[in-house]
C-alpha cells in the first residue's frame, strides 16, 4: 500500500493505519529527516527478522537504530545519561543525528550488538514522530537495501521495488539523499563514525 501522509499534519486515521499495521508485524518505509527507512515495532521478533532478510544481514550485526519521540523516551532505551551528554544530545536533537549509546535492558536483545549498544534517533520529521508517539514506543530505523540512493527519495519509485515485501510505503513527499550523522558516545571522547546530514564539530 502507498500512503500519502501529510508532513506538517498528519491524518490520525493514516496514523492509525500505520500503527495497526506494525503492531500487527507489519513491515514499513517511511520518511525521516534524512533518507526514507525501512521501520517496524521494536518488539516484533518476526518484523525484525523480515527486515534481516530484506537487508541480507544477521539481525545482531545490521547496522540498525530505533526512532524515538523525544528525549524522555530516547532514555529508556540507553543506560543513565550523565548531564554533559543530556545537554548534548538536547542540543542536536530533534535532528539528523544517530547516537550509539549503551542498550538498556529495554533493548530487545536481537537488536543488541555485541557491544551492548543501540543507535538511538530523534528525527526533525513529524510523520516519524507521530507514529512513535502513536505506537507508544520506538520503532527500528534501517537503510534500504543497495546502494541505489537515487530511487530512494521517490515513494512511488520505492512502492513499486518494495511492494511485495513491505505492507505500506508512508509517502510524506520526497526524501533526502544523504543519511544522518552517527555519533559514538559510548566513551569519551566521543567518537564521528559517519559524516551524513548532521554537522558535528569534534570540540563539542
Do not use: F, Q
Given at each position: 500500500m502507498l500512503l500519502q501522509v501529510h508532513p506538517e499534519n498528519p491524518n490520525p486515521?493514516?496514523?492509525?493505519?500505520i500503527t495497526d499495521c506494525l503492531r500487527?508485524?507489519?513491515i514499513i518505509i517511511y520518511p525521516t529527516d534524512t533518507i526514507y527507512g525501512l521501520g517496524c515495532d521494536i518488539f516484533q521478533h518476526k518484523a525484525l527478522e523480515k527486515i534481516a532478510q530484506i537487508k541480507k544481514v544477521d539481525p545482531s550485526k545490521a547496522q540498525l537504530s530505533f526512532i524515538c519521540?523525544?528525549?524522555s523516551d530516547l532514555s529508556k532505551y540507553t543506560k543513565s545519561i550523565?548531564?554533559?551528554l543530556y545537554r548534548l544530545l538536547k542540543s542536536y536533537l530533534p535532528g539528523p543525528y544517530t547516537f550509539i549509546l549503551p542498550a538498556s535492558k529495554e533493548?530487545?536483545?536481537?537488536?543488541q550488538s555485541r557491544k551492548n549498544t543501540i543507535g538511538l534517533r530523534i528525527p526533525d520529521n513529524i510523520?516519524?514522530?507521530?507514529?512513535?508517539?502513536?505506537?507508544?514506543h520506538p520503532i527500528l530505523s534501517a537503510s534500504l537495501p543497495g546502494d541505489m540512493v537515487e530511487e530512494y527519495t521517490d515513494p512511488e519509485i520505492m512502492h513499486e521495488n518494495f511492494e511485495n515485501l513491505v505492507d505500506i510505503v508512508v509517502d510524506g513527499g520526497n526524501g533526502g539523499m544523504i543519511p544522518s550523522t552517527v555519533i559514538d558516545c559510548t566513551a569519551e571522547p566521543y567518537t564521528l563514525i559517519r559524516?551524513?546530514?548532521g554537522e558535528w564539530d569534534q570540540s563539542d
Open positions: 486515521r493514516h496514523i492509525g493505519i500487527s508485524g507489519g519521540n523525544d528525549l550523565n548531564t554533559p533493548v530487545p536483545k536481537i537488536l510523520i516519524a514522530r507521530t507514529i512513535v508517539t502513536k505506537l507508544e559524516k551524513g546530514a
